[in-house]
Nanobody, 126 residues
Framework: QVHVVESGGGSVQAGGSLRLSCATS????????MGWFRQAPGKEREGVAA????????TYVDSVKGRFTVSHDNAKNILYLQMNSLKPEDAAMYYC???????????????????WGPGTQVTVSS
């Protein structure tokens, strides 16, 4: 059974930074896509950033490009999301997930992710 746990959320002022971590266990993350998602109150969950662990190729939603960086430590099986220049509209519950059923690099196929963690809250004040 795969376990996924996010951490690193918190409350920051606009312009600040946070680094989220996602620890996984129960399965290797080799050559799959892993992604970060977020859901604000009253809104649908959206894919934010993803990485193909085989090549470290990344993909981002337009609203976070240039501000967020996704990375994966293959040795530790930890996914990271470095978030800089945070804006109030970035406030949400952030989740990580895996896309283990596909060994391609279509990491933007957000609906194909499974193995969700409980999430970590990010609050950004203006």
């Amino acid at each position: 059974q795969v376990h996924v746990v996010e951490s690193g959320g918190g409350s920051v002022q606009a312009g600040g930074s946070l680094r989220l971590s996602c620890a996984t266990s129960g399965s290797a993350n080799s050559n799959i896509c892993m992604g970060w998602f977020r859901q604000a109150p009253g809104k649908e969950r959206e894919g934010v950033a993803a990485i193909y662990t085989g090549s470290n190729a990344t993909t981002y939603v337009d609203s976070v490009k240039g501000r967020f960086t996704v990375s994966h430590d293959n040795a530790k099986n930890i996914l990271y999301l470095q978030m800089n220049s945070l804006k109030p509209e970035d406030a949400a519950m952030y989740y990580c997930a895996r896309r283990p059923r596909y060994y391609d690099r279509l990491c933007y196929a957000w609906s194909e992710y499974i193995n969700w963690g409980p999430g970590t809250q990010v609050t950004v004040s203006s």
